[in-house]
T-cell receptor, first 108, second 115 residues
Framework: KNEVEQSPQNLTAQEGEFITINCSYS?????LHWLQQHPGGGIVSLFM???GKKKHGRLIATINIQEKHSSLHITASHPRDSAVYIC??????????FGTGTRLTIIP | KAGVTQTPRYLIKTRGQQVTLSCSPI?????VSWYQQTPGQGLQFLFE???????NKGNFPGRFSGRQFSNSRSEMNVSTLELGDSALYLC??????????????FGPGTRLLVL
């Protein structure tokens, strides 16, 4: 069964802390996306990864194809980073599959 | 450039009714995908349209349908509404392909409540 698992489900941290959110999947994929969803529902696509590492501002995403694992890191976290972070993958030509999301809360 | 717009933003319907949701993609984008998000199931892919053709479909019953017009605007329809159809319905547009090929831009969503 094609599955996507995220951890942790909930994460609370102090402003300035380094944040890591993990995404593991069961079989090989063509690419993986990280999405950010703010309260109210709006979703922003942060990264698309098929290998290696990408960086945008304070956000860094890595993927290890052999280990079937991706991480999203946030450096110098800020209260405006508080959101739900979702990873999404496509297994071959199957329908898109989403993780359950990680709810991140950054306390000032 | 205007972002993805969805109408209406909020909707209340009763069981058995049908509903049509609309999505206008970013100008120049030809791919539109629809998603359903519920507290219990999370985010789930409904279908993707490209150049007026359904290119991919998720595991939803036939009550869920959609279409895309020549100007890339898309509509989705849910017939014979059930309580479980209460959800946030999101559409997303991109230039050519689905989520895993390139960045998708999401609309604000339509929040549907079925009573």
């Amino acid at each position: 069964k094609n599955e996507v698992e995220q951890s942790p489900q909930n994460l609370t941290a102090q402003e300035g802390e380094f944040i890591t959110i993990n995404c593991s999947y069961s079989v090989g994929i063509s690419a993986l996306h990280w999405l950010q969803q703010h309260p109210g529902g709006g979703i922003v696509s942060l990264f698309m990864l098929s290998s290696g590492k990408k960086k945008h501002g304070r956000l860094i995403a890595t993927i290890n194809i052999q280990e079937k694992h991706s991480s999203l890191h946030i450096t110098a976290s800020h209260p405006r980073d508080s959101a739900v972070y979702i990873c999404a993958v496509r297994f071959g030509n199957e329908k898109l599959t989403f993780g359950t999301g990680t709810r991140l809360t950054i306390i000032p | 450039k205007a972002g993805v717009t969805q109408t209406p933003r909020y909707l209340i319907k009763t069981r058995g009714q049908q509903v049509t949701l609309s999505c206008s993609p970013i100008s120049g984008h030809r791919s539109v995908s629809w998603y359903q998000q519920t507290p219990g199931q999370g985010l789930q892919f409904l279908f993707e349209y490209f150049s007026e053709t359904q290119r991919n479909k998720g595991n939803f019953p036939g009550r869920f349908s959609g279409r895309q017009f020549s100007n890339s605007r898309s509509e989705m329809n849910v017939s014979t509404l059930e309580l479980g159809d209460s959800a946030l319905y999101l559409c997303a547009s991109s230039l050519e392909g689905g989520l895993t090929q390139e960045t998708q831009y999401f609309g604000p969503g339509t929040r549907l409540l079925v009573l």
